[in-house]
C-alpha cells in the first residue's frame, strides 16, 4: 500500500518519525533536553542555512526557504531593512530585506539578508 502511494508517503513518514524522535530526546530530559536537541539540530541544519561567501541568485529564494522549514507552529517574516534604492544607470529598483524566523524557541531569529529589484 505504501508503495503505490508513492514518493510523498515515504517523505510524510520519514517526516514524522523524526518528529517522533525530536520529542522523544526533549521530553526524556525534562532539564535539559530541549538545550540538548537545539545544539544538535543546529550543528545538523547549519551549514546549510549559513551564508555563503557568493552571493546565491534564486529567484524562488523565499519559495525554498519556506518549504524547508515552515511548518505548523513555525514562520518566516521578512522586513525590510533600509530603504529601496533606485540604480540609475539601469533605471531599476533594489531592495534590501531579512528574513526572521518564529518557532521552535525562536522569536524574530535574523537568519539572513537579501536583495532584489522586488519585495
Same mark, same amino acid.
Given at each position: /500500500?505504501?508503495?503505490?502511494?508513492?514518493?510523498?508517503?515515504?517523505?510524510?513518514? !520519514?517526516? =514524522? &518519525?523524526?518528529? @517522533?524522535?525530536?520529542?522523544?530526546? &526533549?521530553?526524556?530530559?525534562? @532539564?535539559? $533536553?530541549?538545550?540538548? &536537541?537545539?545544539?544538535?539540530?543546529?550543528?545538523?541544519?547549519?551549514?546549510?542555512? &549559513?551564508?555563503? /561567501?557568493?552571493? #546565491?541568485?534564486?529567484? =524562488?529564494? +523565499?519559495?525554498?526557504? @519556506?518549504?524547508?522549514? #515552515?511548518?505548523?507552529?513555525?514562520?518566516?517574516?521578512?522586513?525590510? /531593512?533600509?530603504?529601496? /534604492?533606485? =540604480? +540609475?544607470?539601469?533605471?531599476?529598483? +533594489?531592495?534590501? !530585506?531579512? #528574513?526572521?524566523?518564529?518557532?521552535? $524557541?525562536? #522569536?524574530?531569529?535574523?537568519?539572513?539578508?537579501?536583495?532584489?529589484?522586488?519585495?
Amino acid at each position: /500500500e505504501i508503495e503505490s502511494a508513492g514518493e510523498n508517503a515515504w517523505t510524510k513518514i !520519514l517526516a =514524522d &518519525v523524526f518528529e @517522533a524522535y525530536v520529542a522523544a530526546l &526533549v521530553l526524556s530530559s525534562p @532539564a535539559d $533536553g530541549f538545550e540538548t &536537541v537545539e545544539a544538535w539540530l543546529t550543528q545538523l541544519w547549519a551549514p546549510l542555512l &549559513v551564508a555563503q /561567501e557568493k552571493p #546565491v541568485v534564486n529567484p =524562488d529564494a +523565499k519559495g525554498a526557504l @519556506a518549504r524547508k522549514l #515552515v511548518s505548523k507552529g513555525v514562520k518566516l517574516d521578512y522586513e525590510q /531593512e533600509r530603504k529601496m /534604492e533606485m =540604480d +540609475k544607470s539601469t533605471s531599476t529598483q +533594489k531592495y534590501f !530585506l531579512g #528574513v526572521y524566523l518564529t518557532g521552535w $524557541g525562536h #522569536v524574530k531569529q535574523h537568519l539572513g539578508s537579501g536583495t532584489g529589484q522586488n519585495k
